[in-house]
């Protein structure tokens, strides 16, 4: 059972990217499914989540605004369109998956399923 993201790359400040994490398997049917990023030396940092149905999403305070998670009805792939990039965007972007919901606060170690990240370079 995999995470694959897609989509990371160069791009200018002011830019947009948009991000695909697709499960390779239908054993995430109820999943939770979201993003983080990780800089060198700092911890991963939550940044969106969305719940099965796609009914609920989640932004952490630094992303809300420019940051829309999506996913089709109960489906396995879930999509991170970042628009108005800044230079402080540029990290390593994980896909998440859990059972349960996961926000700003949650552990990274009680995520049940990781990507194995995109990198994502924003030049000033």
């Known amino acids: 059972v995999q995470l694959v993201e897609s989509g990371g790359g160069l791009v200018q400040a002011g830019g947009s990217l948009r991000l695909s994490c697709t499960a390779s398997?239908?054993?995430?049917?109820?999943?939770?499914m979201g993003w983080f990023r990780q800089t060198p030396g700092k911890e991963r940092e939550f940044l969106a989540s969305?719940?099965?149905?796609?009914?609920?999403?989640y932004y952490a305070d630094s992303v809300k605004g420019r940051f829309s998670i999506s996913r089709e009805y109960a489906e396995t792939t879930v999509y991170l369109q970042m628009n108005n990039l800044e230079s402080e965007d540029t990290a390593v972007y994980y896909c998440?998956?859990?059972?349960?919901?996961?926000?700003?606060?949650?552990?990274?170690?009680?995520?049940?399923?990781w990507g194995r990240g995109t990198q994502v370079t924003v030049s000033s």
């Open positions: 398997a239908r054993s995430f049917s109820g999943y939770v």
């Open positions: 998440a998956a859990d059972g349960s919901l996961f926000y700003s606060g949650s552990r990274v170690s009680d995520i049940d399923y």
């Open positions: 969305i719940t099965w149905t796609g009914g609920r999403t």
